[in-house]
DNA sequence: GCACCGAAGTATCAAATGTTAGCGCGCTTT
DNA sequence: AAAGCGCGCTAACATTTGATACTTCGGTGC
């Protein structure tokens, strides 16, 4: 069941039996929610953190005039607000972009678990820096990569984090958005979405339809996103 | 000396006698870099992470087309690098924009702490978990808002996250950094940014001369910018 | 005092991106 | 089967943003 988070933390460092035991105490609480649903609300003051086991989530925020721009997606085996543990106000919020299966995680049990299990509250930490890192990854992307460069690395990110918790298919992976949310991924209009997706499409680095994505050229298309996995911190090592 | 660190930590939750004795011991090794200087190289797999005591710096990444993009700034009583001590590998630089003065942590002593003082390292956690929180902040900056309103934004989080370190004067700030360096914050070019500064200047909310900023009326650069501090997590509570 | 230089600011034109509107397709509902 | 609807896709035009080149200004060194 909690297969997915084992996958993912356990690929930075290694986890032990305990460990696992801990994390098997820790999450308690499954809750499902359909596709457009909030799992989280801005504004909110969790009581828990809540561990995606199925489906597609993200953060998001929304603006005055109606634009909304999402921060994050969240893939099987991430927590989608682990921070709200400290942070305790939700300054945005999470939703199921796809029907999600989620687990729930008791504030009070992350507490004693930073007081008795430093090592596992350090892969905790990490997660969270994992997190920032994708963050400062994206603030590249948008600031400084051309469009077509950007997605080009959207789908770089998430294939290689797909299949970590093992949800790719060959070269294909499940991506279950329009092009209107994807547009508020990037924060482009609907029209240019269209347009950057064609450009990428025409030059025959990935498919895309069904909602499936199928990477026609691995190779390629880290070229064009130039794409480098070190924010990822994809190694097993000490922690 | 570390009054920044106490001030910047303590405004989330209290900071014990003990735990202030703590960081004393955990910083030490005063370092100075020039305007310009690389504080930690992009790559690098530093020992320590890094306080800034005095001056302004950033994180940033470099692409192969020679763009830059800045992913933060950092003022004191800021760490520049605080998750290197998990992430290990850096992915992305640090510079110094103007004269700083920076204190050195072992991430030795920083593994020690989370062994021994929980409290402690909630505090230290939720300091990068801040980080991220600006780093979202940013990412709908630049995916949603105008060029206008972001530019607002940024010195709404600037003159909040200096007053707090008491590095304001009244309604002004310093801010050393050039147009161009500026540019490289909200991903634009140097002609559009110049064109955006001149916009602010002329809606009379700021005015911005020798390198200082002054807010001249902070209720509308508030409402430019949709400015909501909540994501800055100022308040003192139980962490 | 004068030459030099980096940064700010401007003008002009080109390219990227947004807005509005509309079409067609496949799916669901009735 | 027909109607309705979300979604992908396109066209035409408006606006924003970028590229290049140039001027101005203030400081700095000779």
Sequence with gaps: M????????????????????????LMAGE?????????????????????????????????ADGGRQFTSLQVPGDFVDLYAFLLKTMDHGVIALSPCRVILADHS???????????LTRLLWLDTL??????????????????VSHLAHLFCELFVRLEVVKRTNGMSFHLPVSQAELADVLGLSVVHMNRVISALRNSGVIAWANHTVTILDWQKLQQIAEFDPTYLSMTREPR
């Design 130 to 147: 994992i997190d920032g890192a994708i963050h400062r990854e994206w603030i590249v992307a948008m600031g400084r990569r051309s469009k």
């Design 2 to 25: 909690l297969e997915s988070l084992f996958l993912n933390l356990g690929q930075h460092d290694s986890l032990s039996d305990d460990e696992k035991t801990l994390l098997g105490d």
């Design 31 to 63: 809750r499902h929610f359909a596709a457009g649903q909030d799992i989280v609300a801005s504004g909110s003051r969790p009581a828990y953190s809540t561990l995606v086991l199925d489906g597609l989530a993200a953060r998001y925020k929304v603006l």
């Design 109 to 119: 049990k992350l507490r004693s678990i930073t007081e008795r299990a430093p090592h």
